[in-house]
Structure formats: structure tokens, C-alpha cells
């Protein structure tokens, strides 16, 4: 087989970004869609020119000419399909996070073993270069034992009202970075202590303050502000420092990058994650669908993006969202 069949299930926003992408990826081909609103289900399939359409995805996934599927419903909904898709031999590409329990993420995990098809967590920030040559350093012993690291990932409050009904910051977003933590140290979170501000009164708080104690002795700031004001001119503000006992790596991917100055506003869109050229997407979330597709097709299991990597990372932003509701340290057992 040359190429993936591939379905997505879950045509929110970012549903709409991974049927872009993988209209790009040479060895994928978008063969089915899968929504539970009619509407939207119909707009896509004339857009991609998909005829493969479905409302439940139990129907998808019975489908023998069906090879993949993309994941891409909320959070809280990933258990069910996962389970099923793996049941049914397909490959998966599951978007991050892997679940919304720790309990539910073991439950994927443990379908996985022994499935035909592969299991692939989709933690984007592992496939943007400028982190996997902090991790190349890293491995090559360039800054010698990490003792410390700090992140920012902050987005303006025009993305975030609707996603704010759903998820919160630490878990939405930190997660990113408590992942690449995870992969960079090697070691396990053994504690947490976090504060939350809700600034516009909705679900969830809108900035998040997470810190973070290795088993290894470093320690992590992690700040997630989900309100910058809506005409900030970039899409996000995402930095990383590693400090080492030998050396510091300093990781930023934010404006000014690109600056586009128009007769009305400045702005830096994103160039790293999906940009769009011609209606196709790009950047590392095409070269994290190159890599579960060639790892499919080649029959060899992911060595990043794995469900023990994603579910240790699911832990601890759990444990640091936990610890802001109780005002106490948490202490993250296993």
C-alpha cells in the first residue's frame, strides 16, 4: 500500500485544519468525513470533494476501503472512537489530549496494544523544529543537566470564548509544554502548584500558572494566558528557556517572525504550525501527518507521540488544575 484512506472524525474548527493538511501529505488520501451536524457534514464534503460522508462514525469505521482516521472531537469524546477505530484496524492519529481522565487515556492505551493499527498522540510542538533542535542539543549533551525551565504560550482572547466552555488553559494548552518538559528532561513530574484567573467570568479561567518539580530535582514555570487583547497582531506568544548546568537554549516562535503591515492593522500570522499556502496546510502539523503515515505504512510503531508520553502529560496538567482548585501542592503518584 502507497497510501492512507484516511477519515476525520470531528469537523470543528481544527477537523477543518487536518482535512487541509492532509490534502498535502503525498501519502494520504481524504477519502471519508464524519459529523454529527448535516450541515457542516455537506459544506466539507462539496469543499474536499469527499463523498464518503457520515454522521455516526460506527459507520465509518465499518468501512473496509477506510485505512486511518483523524480524531479530532473534543476531548471528552475521544475515548469511545479511539477504542473503536483501534478495535476496527484502523491506524489512528488522535489529537492531544489523549482523553480528559487519566483513567480513560489508560483505557486507549491498553486498545492499543496488540491493535493492527498504530496509535498516534498528536502533540504538534514535538514536529516544530526549533524544539526538536533544543531536544538535539539537549541529547548531545550541550547544556549538561537541565536544572530549570520556563514557558509562555499565550493566545488573544478573540480564540478563546467558545473553547473556554470546554477546556481550560493548563490542560488546553500547557499541556504543550508539560510534553515537551517531559521530552526534553526524560524525567517523570513528581509534583504541581498552580494558580488560575478567571478574567471574563466564563467556565474556565482564562490564564493559568503552573509549577512543576522533576524527579530529577528541576523545576518549571509554565504561563498559559488565554485573554491577550483581541488586537494584539499575533497569533501566539511562545517562548521556552532550558537552563542547564552547562548551558542555556533559548526556543522562541513568536511575532515578530513575520510581520504583514496593511492599510488597516499589523500582523504576524502563525508560519510554524499549519500555515496555509494555496488551501494547503503546512509547517509541523503536515510533517507530524507525514510521520503517522510513514510509520503506518511501514508497519513501525511511533516512537514520538505515544499514549504513555501523552497520558504522563495529561497527568500532570490534571494535577496542576487540581492543585489551582484546592490552593494546595499535588503530589503525582506512578
Known amino acids: 500500500m502507497q497510501r492512507l484512506r484516511i477519515g476525520v472524525i470531528g469537523l470543528g474548527w481544527f477537523g477543518e485544519i487536518h482535512c487541509d493538511t492532509i490534502r498535502g501529505v503525498p501519502n494520504l488520501e481524504l477519502a471519508a468525513l464524519c459529523t454529527r451536524t448535516p450541515d457542516r457534514l455537506a459544506a466539507l464534503g462539496e469543499k474536499y470533494g469527499v463523498n464518503k460522508l457520515y454522521d455516526d462514525y460506527r459507520e465509518l469505521l465499518a468501512d473496509p476501503e477506510i485505512d486511518a482516521v483523524s480524531i479530532c472531537t473534543m476531548w471528552d469524546q475521544h475515548t469511545e472512537p479511539a477504542i473503536a477505530a483501534l478495535r476496527a484496524g484502523k491506524h489512528v492519529f488522535l489529537e492531544k489530549p489523549i482523553a480528559s481522565t487519566v483513567a480513560d487515556a489508560r483505557k486507549i492505551m491498553a486498545a492499543s496494544k496488540g491493535a493492527r493499527g498504530i496509535l498516534f498522540i498528536g502533540h504538534i510542538v514535538r514536529f516544530n523544529p526549533r524544539y526538536r533542535m533544543a531536544k538535539q542539543a539537549i541529547d548531545a549533551g550541550k547544556i549538561g543537566k537541565i536544572v530549570a525551565l520556563s514557558s509562555r504560550r499565550n493566545i488573544p482572547a478573540a480564540w478563546t470564548p467558545t473553547i473556554l466552555d470546554k477546556i481550560g488553559p493548563i490542560v488546553g494548552d500547557a499541556i504543550h509544554d508539560t510534553d515537551i518538559m517531559l521530552w526534553f528532561t526524560g524525567e517523570k513530574i513528581v509534583s504541581t502548584y498552580a494558580q488560575t484567573v478567571n478574567v471574563r467570568g466564563l467556565k474556565h479561567p482564562d490564564i493559568g500558572q503552573t509549577m512543576y518539580r522533576f524527579a530529577g530535582g528541576a523545576t518549571a514555570t509554565l504561563e498559559t494566558v488565554w485573554c491577550m487583547p483581541e488586537k494584539t497582531p499575533f497569533d501566539i506568544d511562545e517562548r521556552m528557556s532550558i537552563i542547564g548546568t552547562e548551558g542555556i537554549i533559548h526556543v ?23 500555515p496555509e499556502f494555496d488551501g494547503v496546510r503546512g509547517g509541523a502539523l503536515r510533517e507530524e501527518f507525514s510521520y503517522f503515515a510513514n510509520c503506518a505504512l511501514t508497519g513501525k510503531m511511533p516512537a514520538i507521540g505515544t499514549p504513555e508520553d501523552a497520558t504522563a502529560a495529561l497527568q500532570a496538567t490534571l494535577a496542576a488544575e487540581q492543585s489551582a482548585r484546592t490552593g494546595t501542592v499535588i503530589t503525582i503518584e506512578g
Open 252 to 274: 522562541q516562535d513568536t511575532f515578530p517572525n513575520l510581520g504583514i503591515v496593511s492599510a488597516d492593522k499589523l500582523h504576524s500570522p502563525d508560519t510554524t504550525y499549519w
